[in-house]
T-cell receptor, first 111, second 114 residues
Framework: SQKIEQNSEALNIQEGKTATLTCNYT??????LQWYRQDPGRGPVFLLL?????KEKRKERLKVTFDTTLKQSLFHITASQPADSATYLC??????????FGAGTRLFVKA | ETGVTQTPRHLVMGMTNKKSLKCEQH?????MYWYKQSAKKPLELMFV???????ENNSVPSRFSPECPNSSHLFLHLHTLQPEDSALYLC?????????????FGSGTRLTVV
């Protein structure tokens, strides 16, 4: 069955460092991957979408890569700040209206 | 505000109650979704409406009943729920092409079934 996994349940980093979150998918080839930020008690907020023919996408301090050979997407936050602390969700399309979400990685940025 | 408004934000209901969750968007999107989010689990898609027609029903128990009267409004009617139905219920919307430009989520309704 189609699966999407975010390797780390939680990630702790120091302020100013680059946070790297991993998303792996198995048993299918999504046309695009999405990344969301979710704060406690709130809905996810869309950050970036990357298509299968794009290797990399950037938005301010955020960068997403899509490696169709490794079946993996990496999400980077450079110069991380305590305000970046949140849960980050990876999501992949399955060709229909059904998008599969990962369980998320909780990022903690220490000052 | 994301442009998708959900009410109520919190709901406590007994197992014999009937209640409804409401979702409203004025983004011009024509697909709307209900998701369930339980602690430490991925978002689970429940229902999808595209142009007011239900296009996805993800094996959801009949005690959950969706309604989409127009492209701006979506309801989730609840009756005789179980304690395991306690979760964050999220509404989302997108352009009809399946979220190829991302989904806009509401803040959710935190449901507790007692």
């Amino acid at each position: 069955s189609q699966k999407i996994e975010q390797n780390s349940e939680a990630l702790n980093i120091q302020e100013g460092k680059t946070a790297t979150l991993t998303c792996n998918y198995t048993n299918y080839s999504p046309a695009y991957l999405q990344w969301y930020r979710q704060d406690p008690g709130r809905g996810p907020v869309f950050l970036l979408l990357i298509r299968e023919n794009e290797k990399e996408k950037r938005k301010e301090r955020l960068k997403v890569t899509f490696d169709t050979t490794l079946k993996q997407s990496l999400f980077h936050i450079t110069a991380s700040q305590p305000a970046d602390s949140a849960t980050y969700l990876c999501a992949a399309d399955t060709g229909g209206f059904k998008t599969i979400f990962g369980a998320g990685t909780r990022l903690f940025v220490k000052a | 505000e994301t442009g998708v408004t959900q009410t109520p934000r919190h709901l406590v209901m007994g197992m014999t109650n009937k209640k409804s969750l409401k979702c409203e968007q004025h983004l011009g999107h024509n697909a709307m979704y209900w998701y369930k989010q339980s602690a430490k689990k991925p978002l689970e898609l429940m229902f999808v409406y595209s142009l007011e027609e239900r296009v996805e029903n993800n094996s959801v128990p009949s005690r959950f009943s969706p309604e989409c009267p127009n492209s701006s409004h979506l309801f989730l009617h609840l009756h005789t729920l179980q304690p395991e139905d306690s979760a964050l219920y999220l509404c989302a919307s997108s352009q009809r092409d399946r979220g190829a430009y991302g989904y806009t989520f509401g803040s959710g309704t935190r449901l507790t079934v007692v």
